[in-house]
């Protein structure tokens, strides 16, 4: 869905993680505020934008949408991967 070029251009000049954080990371961190978002908590106010600037969610309402909710399970299946 989204490209480590995409990711990191979306985390650019923001102050969140450490910034020499690789892009696996930041995939992560990113699969778990859509969790988040489904479980109907907020994650912090720089990822809900990075969420909508990469067409992650809706921009009412803030829900992941469909191929989101898709990457997100496929992203936390591989970090789990045996």
């Known amino acids: ?3 480590d070029e995409q990711i990191e251009a979306a985390f650019k ?3 969140f993680g450490p910034m020499k954080e690789p892009a696996k990371e930041r995939r992560e ?3 778990r505020a859509i969790f988040k ?3 109907n908590y907020y994650p912090e106010w720089t990822l809900e934008c990075i969420l909508t600037e ?3 969610t809706t921009k ?3 829900m992941p949408v469909k ?3 898709r990457w997100a399970y496929e992203q936390y299946h591989q970090t789990r991967a045996i």
């Open 1 to 3: 869905m989204v490209t």
């Open 13 to 15: 000049g923001t102050n």
């Open 29 to 31: 961190i990113l699969a």
């Open 37 to 39: 978002r489904l479980a």
């Open 54 to 56: 990469l067409g992650m």
């Open 60 to 62: 009412q309402g803030g």
């Open 67 to 69: 191929k989101a909710r």
